[in-house]
């Protein structure tokens, strides 16, 4: 296919990328409920900036706390939508597996990204993953992307090092 037609993207995790995490028994979690929902400063404005510079905004997120019961995917996908009510992101990618389930969709490995490649024409090698884990990286680098960590990282066994890093999504796009 010519490169020339095909689009480009931008993909984001969701939770401590676009959103605040909870603190839940001292662990760092995506929010449960829409009270506990709330997007970082300067969001708005890096999506602005994403869309100005003709990239789609793709969300890709992991949500295992559903198959875990702690979470009802009723209350994932409310903050999905009032995601997509605040921001201008052109679809959002979920996985609701758990690591134990060895999906191709769950993070790190690239499975919600080359889906959305296929479904929207997406040249992998002129996108760029944007997370706040390891794990984004690694599925951005497995599917060709440049890859951008924002924040320290959770720094767990081997991983690949991102193209980029920034402290937060307003930053990151700076690099695009």
Sequence with gaps: M??????????????????????????????????????YPGVAEALKVIKEKGFLA????????????????????????????????????????TNSDNCLCRKPMPGMLTEAAGQWDIDLAQSFMIGDRYGDVAAGVKAGCKTILVGEGDQQGEHP????????????????
């Excluded at 090092?161 to 695009?176: C, G, N, Q, S």
């Design 161 to 176: 090092t991102p193209d980029y890093r920034a402290e937060f999504l307003i930053d990151a796009v700076k690099f695009i």
């Design 2 to 39: 010519h490169n020339g037609s095909m689009k480009k993207a931008i993909f984001l995790d969701r939770d401590g990328v676009l959103n605040k995490l909870i603190i839940r028994d001292g662990k760092a979690q995506a929010p449960y409920t829409i009270e506990e929902f709330a997007l």
């Design 58 to 97: 793709i969300v890709v997120t992991n949500q295992p706390d559903v198959a875990r019961g702690w979470v009802k995917k009723e209350s994932v996908e409310m903050i999905n939508f009032k995601i997509k009510e605040l921001l201008p992101v052109d679809d959002i990618k979920i996985c609701y597996h």
